[in-house]
């Protein structure tokens, strides 16, 4: 099947500021991505072919940790084997390896290691209720790797074939550190596309490794009732803060302030590369510090609200104008957010399955917009602010409690742990993801006993 073209263009406007920047990213995006109809490349270079893929199996299988233990906890922990393939710009790529996991080396002058020329994906690997393993959209996440690749001058692929190789690597290691037991359990893949090439000049790389991990990561499907997430740099800082956080409901936030700014029109935030996470480091290990869970990321002297940590945002409020419900999220037209497979959903689910009156839930109307702290503030004065949560893998659909901006606290509803809509769009998608409910989006991966 042929990948669909990538489009560097957003959907929406550009901005007239960033026009000048973002045309010239645009135009060598376009320029790095000729070959892209499927057919063979025109350039002779070999393709991306997950089915040229060179097995070694590991001759030092190791022991899988327990699903709470320090181990797992720890997120170091990675299954038998990972998934390798090289690429140089004379020759293209190489056939893909599955061989033992562990350390590969690189020069100390590789690109990535100076200029982050990086990106990566983040999705998990399901063991459902029905003893079955299944990925969940993984279409959505390969084909963000490729646009990110492509924001970071890495080269392209076809992203069928990341997705081969992704679920080559859970059908070999699935059974054993995924075991059918652990029903409702899951294991963290992550994708990681990394510049190689070993010279010092900032340029576009020639040499490339796209490599896929499988990790093992505490389980949070389980404590449904006390959503503590692991955040996705926990390693980082040393661990999760759960322990200080017991007691209170939901997450609590910290606003950021306009000294620090996640992504702007024209930069790079809608692409999951690295150059996005390190920097936002000092700010998330300044919310933890002061007893946040994450930084509510803002943007602009209006204080758009855009994202939570590395989750997307969604508040329900009721409309002033119209007296009706809304479930509004950032646009992505601006590019200074990432789509998240989680966010795709959430909307999707609610367009399909809130629009009339369910299950006792008045129906909400799916707002792609620009909303502003100030707007939250009104709303919650005047009652309106009827919930708000964090949608993301990491995070998965996490209730939102509290958000702290120039000194106030905004306390957000809770009925219990969560809100009503949270709650139930988080269930539609357990129920997805586990296979309670036999849906397109999960794709059922057929182990190696
Ligand atoms: C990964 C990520 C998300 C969530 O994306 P999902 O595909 O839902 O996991 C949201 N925001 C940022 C900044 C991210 O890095």
């Not at 390798?84 to 056939?95: D, F, K, L, M, N």
């Not at 896929?212 to 389980?219: G, L, Q, T």
């Not at 939250?376 to 939102?400: C, M, N, Q, W």
């Not at 958000?403 to 809509?421: E, K, L, Q, V």
């Amino acid at each position: 099947m042929a990948p669909a073209p990538l489009t560097p263009e957003s959907s929406g406007t550009s901005t007239p500021t960033g026009s000048t920047a973002t045309s010239l990213t645009k135009a060598g995006i376009k320029h790095m991505l000729p070959n892209t109809n499927g057919t063979d490349a025109e350039d002779g270079l070999a393709r991306l072919d997950a089915s040229s893929m060179k097995i070694t199996l590991t001759q030092q299988p190791r022991a899988v940790p327990a699903p709470d233990s320090a181990e797992t906890k720890a997120q170091k922990t990675c299954t038998d084997h990972m998934i390798t393939a090289r690429w140089t710009a004379e020759s293209g790529w190489e056939a893909p390896e599955l061989k033992p996991y562990g350390a590969f080396s690189i020069m100390p002058t590789a690109s990535v290691l100076h200029y982050a020329t990086e990106c990566f994906e983040g999705l998990k690997l399901y063991r459902g209720y029905d003893g079955k393993l299944r990925l969940f959209r993984i279409a959505r996440n390969c084909a963000r790797m490729r646009q990110s690749a492509a924001r970071i001058a890495l080269p392209d692929f076809e992203p069928q074939e990341l997705e081969k190789m992704i679920i080559a690597l859970a059908a070999q290691d699935g059974a054993k550190w995924l075991p059918k037991e652990r029903k409702g359990g899951f294991l963290y893949v992550r994708p990681t596309f990394i510049a190689t090439e070993e010279a010092l000049g900032v340029q576009r790389p020639k040499e490339a490794l796209l490599y896929v991990i499988i990790a093992c990561f505490p389980d949070m499907t389980r404590s449904l009732a006390t959503p503590a997430p692991p955040a996705l740099d926990g390693g980082a800082n040393g661990g999760q803060g759960e322990e200080k956080k017991k007691g209170t409901s939901g997450l609590k936030l910290l606003a950021s302030s306009e000294d620090t700014i996640r992504a702007w029109p024209g930069g790079f935030g809608y692409a999951k590369v690295g150059a996005n996470y390190g920097p936002s480091l000092v700010a998330q290990g300044e919310a933890r510090a002061r007893g946040f869970d994450q930084v509510l990321w803002l943007f602009g002297k209006e204080s758009f609200v855009t994202e939570a940590g590395a989750s997307n945002f969604f508040v329900v409020i009721r409309s002033k104008q119209t007296g009706k419900l809304e479930l509004i999220t950032a646009p992505l037209n601006e590019r200074i957010i990432l789509e998240g497979v989680t966010r795709a959903s959430v909307i999707d689910l609610a367009k399909e399955r809130l629009a009339a009156k369910w299950d006792g839930l008045e129906p909400v109307e799916v707002v792609e917009r620009r909303f502003t702290m100030d707007e939250l503030i009104e709303a919650h004065k005047d009652g309106r602010f009827v919930e708000a949560f964090a949608a993301g893998t990491a995070f998965f659909i996490a209730p939102v409690g509290l958000i702290h901006f120039r000194g106030g606290d905004i306390d957000i509803p809770m009925d219990g742990d969560s809100g009503a809509y949270a709650r139930t769009i988080k269930q539609w998608l357990v129920d997805i993801m586990y296979g309670n409910a036999s849906h397109e989006w999960g794709i059922v991966v057929d182990e190696k006993a």
